[in-house]
C-alpha cells in the first residue's frame, strides 16, 4: 500500500511539473510588456525595472521557469493589485467561504443523488425512475449560472413572506456578530504562524464556528443562507451521481450473489441496502472526488451572483480587471488541487475496493 | 437475440469474403444502430429538439419578427426592459406583440433568441471539429508509434486533464483577449485531450490484430494503414464523444460569454445576454430566464442524441432491451 502510494505520488510528478510549464507558458503569452500587463498599464520606468529584474524576466527562458519554480515552491505567488495583498494570503481570507459552500453543495448532491438513484434502480422502469432520469438529464444541461440566477428569483423574490423564503445573497443576515471560537474558549492566538493561521481559517468556516461556540440561531443563518448556492452548485453533480448510482445498482442487483442473498431469505430492503448499496458505491468515489474539484469551477459562477465573497469571486474580478498574475496563480494552485484530488480518489479506491491489485 | 442481430447469411449459399459483402456487412451495423437509436424515446426527443434548433437557425430570418440588433425606441410604444406581452395570454390586441419580452437596451428579445441557435450551433460545431481534427491526429500518432512520442503526448494530455475545463479556458482567454473567435480557440484546445485518448485507446487495440499485419504485408505504407484501417475503427466512440462534448462546449462557451469573456454584447449570444442582464433578475426576470433555457434545451437536446447514440452503439446492450 505505501509502496503504491509512494509510486502514485512520483508518477503525479511530472504531471505537476507540466502544469507550472502550461501557467509559465501563459504568463510569458501575455500580449505586451509582462511588467505592465501584470503591474498595470502607469507602472513607471523605474518600477519596471526593478519588477524585472526581481522576476529575471531579462534572463533566458529555462532560467526564467526555474525562477518560477522556485517562486511558487516557496509559496510566492505574486501580489494582487486589486487588492494589494500576496495572493496567498488571499487565498487563505477567502477559501473558507468556497470550502463551505462545495462542502454543502456535496452533501446536497449526495443526500439527494444517492437515494434517487437507489430508488430509480430498485423501481426500474417505473414512472418514478423515468422521473428522475428526465430530471438528471435536464439538470446536467442546466448553466449553473443561470440556475443561480432563477433559484435567486424564486426563493427570495416570488416566495418572499412564505416560509420558504431564503436569502439571495451573503453568508449571514446583516448585523449578525460572530465571535470567532477561539476568543470565545479564552484562546490565546499568537499573530503569526501555521497554528494559528489554521485556527483562524477553521473559525472563518461559519457553520464550523456555530457548531462550536454552540450559537445555534447563528448556525441556522448560516445554513439559510448556504442552502440556495449550494443548490445552485450541487444541481449538476447531483444529477450525475443519480445517474451513476441508477445503473451502478442496476448492475449489481443483477449478479449472482444478490439472488443467492434473497435465496437465503433475507429481505429485499437489506439485501438493496447491505449488499448492494455497498458495491454500487464504489464507482461513485470517483465521482465524488472529481467534482469536488469541478466545485471550484462552478464557485467561479456563483459567488458572484449570490454575494458570496470567496475564492470564485476573486478570480471574477481579476478577470474582468485583467489581473493576469491573479488568474494565473489561481490556475496553479487549483490545478495543484486537482491532482492531489485525483491521487487521494485513486489511494482510497485500492483501499475501498479489495479487488483492485496492486500490481 | 432478435434476427437484425445475426449475420445476413443467405441459406444454402457460400459465403465469398469479397468486398461486396464485407461493405454490406458494415452498412448493417449503421442500420442496426439507427434502428436502435430510434427505438430509444429520449434519443428521439433529442433529435427533434435538435432538428427544432437547427430550423431556427437556417430560417432565422423568417421565424424572427424584428432584427436582433434593432432598437426599437421611437418604432413601438415599448419600454426598456418590458414583460412579455402574448395576445393569446390576455395581452391587449392592440400593443405590438413580443413573445420574450424587450431587453435592456429596447430590443425584441424573442428574435435574438432565434438568432442566438445559430450562433450556438457554430459554437458547438467549430470548435468540437477542431477538437476532433487535432485530437485525432495526436492520438493516432500517438497510438501507432508507441514510444517516447506516445509517451511525450500523452503526458501533455495530462497535464491539459489535469486542469478543471472551463478554469484553464478562462486562463486562456484571459490571456488571447476575450472575444468570440478567442473563446471557442480555449475551448477547443481544453476539450482535444478527450479525443486524442478515444482515438489512441482504439488505434492500440486495433494495431495489434492480423488485418493489419495483412495490410502492411500487401505492402500498404504508414498513412494508408493509419487512415484506411485504423482510424475507421475509431469512428463509432468519436462520434458519441463528439456528440456529447457539443453539449460540453456550448455550455462552457455561454459561461465564458456570462463571465464576459466571449461574444461582445450587442452580438445575440445567449449567453452574452443573460450576463448583461444578470442584476436585473428581481425586475424583469425574462431577460434572465429565456437566454438560459434555450441553452438549456441546446445541450439537452445533444446530451440526449449522445446518450442514444453511445446506448445503440454499445454491442454489450445490443440484446438487453434496456
Not at chain 1, 521557469?65 to 487563505?92: A, C, N
Not at chain 1, 453543495?105 to 434517487?116: Q, R
Not at chain 1, 440556475?147 to 443576515?173: D, N
Request: aromatic letters at 8%.
Amino acid at each position: 500500500m505505501v509502496t503504491y502510494i509512494i509510486r502514485r505520488v512520483i508518477s503525479s510528478l511530472p504531471v505537476l511539473l507540466g502544469i507550472l510549464f502550461v501557467t509559465f507558458a501563459l504568463g510569458r503569452l501575455i500580449p505586451g510588456d509582462p511588467c505592465r500587463a501584470i503591474l498595470g498599464e502607469k507602472a513607471t520606468d523605474v518600477v519596471c525595472d526593478e519588477f524585472i529584474r526581481r522576476h529575471g524576466l531579462d534572463k533566458p527562458i529555462p532560467t526564467q521557469f526555474v525562477i518560477y519554480i522556485g517562486e511558487i515552491l516557496r509559496g510566492d505567488l505574486g501580489t494582487s493589485l486589486r487588492y494589494g495583498k500576496p495572493v496567498t494570503e488571499l487565498i487563505v481570507e477567502r477559501l473558507p467561504t468556497t470550502l463551505e459552500l462545495s462542502l454543502a453543495a456535496m452533501t446536497f448532491a449526495v443526500l439527494v443523488g444517492i437515494p434517487l438513484g437507489i430508488i430509480s434502480a430498485v423501481r426500474h422502469n417505473s414512472s418514478i425512475d423515468i422521473g428522475t432520469m428526465v430530471l438528471a438529464n435536464v439538470g446536467v444541461s442546466m448553466p449553473v449560472f443561470w440556475l443561480g440566477l432563477m433559484l435567486a428569483y424564486i426563493f427570495a423574490l416570488l416566495l418572499k413572506g412564505t416560509p420558504l423564503q431564503l436569502p439571495p445573497s451573503g453568508r449571514l443576515s446583516p448585523g449578525t456578530i460572530v465571535p470567532p471560537f477561539y476568543e470565545v474558549w479564552g484562546m490565546e492566538i499568537a499573530a503569526q504562524g501555521v497554528f494559528s493561521s489554521l485556527v483562524v481559517f477553521l473559525s472563518r468556516l461559519n457553520i464550523l464556528n456555530a457548531l462550536l461556540t454552540a450559537r445555534w440561531d447563528v448556525m441556522a443563518d448560516a445554513i439559510r443562507h448556504l442552502l440556495l448556492p449550494a443548490a445552485a452548485v450541487g444541481t449538476i453533480p447531483l444529477a450525475i451521481i443519480a445517474r451513476m448510482t441508477r445503473s451502478s445498482m442496476l448492475d449489481v442487483l443483477g449478479q449472482e450473489y444478490i439472488r443467492t442473498a434473497r435465496a437465503k431469505g433475507a429481505r429485499f430492503r437489506a439485501v438493496v441496502l447491505k449488499h448492494a448499496l455497498r458495491n454500487a458505491l464504489l464507482p461513485l468515489v470517483t465521482i465524488i472526488g472529481l467534482s469536488l474539484g469541478s466545485f471550484l469551477g462552478g464557485a467561479v459562477l456563483t459567488e458572484t451572483i449570490f454575494g458570496l465573497s470567496g475564492v470564485g469571486r476573486i478570480l471574477y474580478d481579476a478577470i474582468t480587471a485583467r489581473d493576469y498574475g491573479v488568474v494565473q496563480s489561481f490556475t496553479v494552485v487549483i490545478a495543484i488541487f486537482f491532482v492531489i484530488l485525483n491521487l487521494i480518489v485513486d489511494v482510497s479506491y485500492v483501499y475501498l475496493d479489495p479487488r483492485v491489485r496492486l500490481d | 437475440m432478435t434476427t437484425h442481430d445475426m449475420p445476413q447469411v443467405s441459406t444454402g449459399k457460400v459465403v465469398s469474403l469479397d468486398a461486396e459483402t464485407l461493405s454490406a456487412k458494415s452498412v448493417s451495423l449503421w442500420k442496426t444502430t439507427w434502428r436502435r437509436f430510434f427505438k430509444r424515446k429520449s434519443a428521439l426527443v433529442g433529435l427533434v429538439m435538435l432538428s427544432i434548433l437547427i430550423f431556427c437557425a437556417i430560417f432565422a430570418e423568417v421565424i424572427a419578427p424584428y432584427d436582433p440588433l434593432q432598437v426599437l425606441i421611437g418604432v413601438e410604444p415599448v419600454k426598456m426592459r418590458q414583460a412579455p406581452c402574448i395576445h393569446l395570454l390576455g395581452c391587449p390586441q392592440d400593443q405590438p406583440q413580443h413573445l420574450m419580452g424587450i431587453d435592456g437596451n429596447v430590443r425584441d428579445q424573442f428574435s435574438r433568441i432565434i438568432y442566438g441557435s445559430r450562433l450556438s450551433l457554430l459554437v458547438g460545431f467549430t470548435t468540437v471539429s477542431f477538437a476532433v481534427v487535432i485530437g485525432t491526429v495526436l492520438g493516432a500518432v500517438a497510438g501507432y508509434l508507441g514510444g517516447t512520442v506516445d509517451n511525450v503526448i500523452m503526458r501533455l494530455m495530462d497535464v491539459l486533464l489535469a486542469f478543471p475545463s472551463l478554469l484553464l479556458a478562462i486562463a486562456i482567454v484571459t490571456i488571447l483577449g476575450p472575444g468570440l473567435i478567442n473563446a471557442l480557440l480555449a475551448i477547443g484546445i481544453v476539450s482535444i485531450p478527450a479525443y486524442a485518448r478515444v482515438v489512441r485507446s482504439t488505434v492500440l487495440t486495433v494495431r495489434e490484430m492480423e488485418f493489419i499485419e495483412a495490410s502492411r504485408s500487401l505492402g500498404g505504407g504508414p498513412f494508408y494503414i493509419l487512415f484506411s484501417r485504423l482510424l475507421p475503427n475509431s469512428l463509432t466512440p468519436l462520434v458519441v464523444q463528439a456528440t456529447l462534448g457539443i453539449a460540453t462546449a456550448i455550455l462552457d462557451a455561454a459561461a465564458l460569454s456570462f463571465l464576459g469573456l466571449g461574444a461582445i454584447p450587442p452580438t445575440p449570444e445567449w449567453g452574452t445576454m443573460l450576463g448583461a442582464e444578470r442584476n436585473q433578475v428581481f425586475t424583469a426576470p425574462h431577460l434572465v430566464f429565456y437566454p438560459g433555457l434555450a441553452i438549456m434545451f441546446t445541450v439537452l437536446a445533444f446530451n440526449l442524441i449522445g446518450d442514444g447514440l453511445r446506448d445503440a452503439l454499445d454491442p454489450r446492450l445490443a440484446q438487453s432491451s434496456k
